[in-house]
């Protein structure tokens, strides 16, 4: 018999717990409510049964803090450019056959390395000793987190931080009510409006998702929706239209929607990245149904991601890939020509700021550089400062310009920090890394975006421009099952 993974070591009690007959319990998180047997897990794989009473084995255990910018999470509206400490944990409550995060989201392919415990509180620490004002929950699905997400969000809260929830969204009503009071911002990925889509593909089914849609809606909560497209599964005019009917009627016009581009992923491999002439047509359905802000996700060199007035033309946000530019705004989120409003909340009225350069003592930095290739328009670096005392980290885009200088952050005595690296524009090639002594510094090559890349470049770079690393190792769609799934799909939606 294998024995359970070490993050199982240690439970903390679990919220919207039923306890039932013969020392069964019934959780209440997702719309699964799986009832669990004494020592027995979820589904999830990362709630389940001690003694009698439901626990959560991964309180306060996730993968590394990261920093990050807001457009990772799909949201564009809300604080542009914005820093945001994204947080991860393990296990997911879907088991969607192209997960970009597989290797986080499904419990029994997590690698221990990858984990690292944390209180609430060293979580909001780490966010105020780094001046960033957001605590995204999001990676593998924090819809699975949730003791240690109520908990530390409502600290971060007290302490004057805000809190996004990037989420598939498979919950209850009742854990939704939960999350309402403390967070600020839900960017929900949307994966289809057809039933059979999330039976078929994600293990799931579609109706809870609308549900948390409608109630945070009815909340008032800052909401953006994302859509994936998958190709030739969802990626057709018709999936684009039925999608978009719907947000237009339940959420209106308003609340920006995302089209995002897809990459083979998990076990559906045997595939392409979405079509970009797809994902555009998408775009313009949903503009021309009357949705007012439609964006592509995962592509970088476009206008199609950038923010215009819908009053006058003029370009508001500037955006590639995750770099953001505020152009075209006033303080209170107007446009600077026309005085139209966006429906853009900045943060504190003020755009972000862009570091000035700084120039270290060159010498003493151990230099490496890393290029940009293909899909690859950022990366995590991951560095761990062995010193005694606090020391400076330098990094800087190429071609080498006066403007665009070498930035620096501090890393405190014995401090582990991660965060990511863009690419800032078409001309920039790719980016130098300055590190002083004693600082160990790992690069990790971020494939499109919101995904927690778990292997250094120094192990191992993805071979293609297709797909990210590693790879799964187990059983993959075949192009049969493939083509078996997408008409299994059609043929349910055609069953009245
Ligand atoms: S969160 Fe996990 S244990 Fe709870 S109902 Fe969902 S899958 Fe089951």
Known sequence: MSQPPIWRDTGHPARLEKILPQGEVECGLS????????????????????????????YGKGVHLTGEVIETEAVYHYAPGARILSLGNIGCNLTCSYCQNWKT??????DAADLHAFTPEQVVDRALAHGIPILSWTYNDPVVWHEFVLDAARLARQAGLLNLFKSAFYITPEAVEELLPVIDIF?????????????????????????????VQRAGHHLEISNLMLTDISDDADSARELTAWVLETVGPDVPLHFVRFHPEFRLTDTVRTPIDRLRRAREIALEMGMRYVYLGNVSDTDATSTWCRGC???????????????GLTVDGHCVRCGASPAIRLLGGTPAATSEPEFPAEQTLERQTYHWRGA????????????????????RPLPARPE????????????????????????????????????????????DRAHFPTIPIQQAVAADDKTALPLFAGRHLSPERLARLRQEIERDEESP
């Open 105 to 110: 989201s499904q419990a029994r392919q997590v």
């Open 31 to 58: 719309p699964r409510r799986c009832r669990i047997a004494p020592g027995k897990t979820g589904f999830c794989g990362v709630r389940g049964n001690v003694g009698g009473r439901l626990v959560t084995f991964t």
């Open 313 to 327: 033309g003029a370009l508001l946000v500037r955006r590639f890939g995750l770099t953001t530019r505020i152009e």
């Open 376 to 395: 690859i328009a950022s990366l995590h670096v991951q560095v761990r400062n062995a010193n005694p005392a606090p020391i400076r980290f330098y990094h």
């Open 404 to 447: 665009a200088g070498w930035r620096g952050l501090t890393l405190a005595a014995g401090e582990s920090w991660r965060f990511t690296l863009s690419r800032e524009g078409a001309e920039e090639t790719g980016c130098e890394i300055g590190c002083p002594p004693g600082v160990d510094c790992r690069l990790h090559e971020v494939f």
């Open 187 to 215: 960017s929900i990925s949307l994966k289809s409006i057809r039933p059979a889509y999330y039976r078929r593909l994600t293990g799931g089914t579609l109706e809870p998702v609308l549900e948390g849609i409608r109630q």
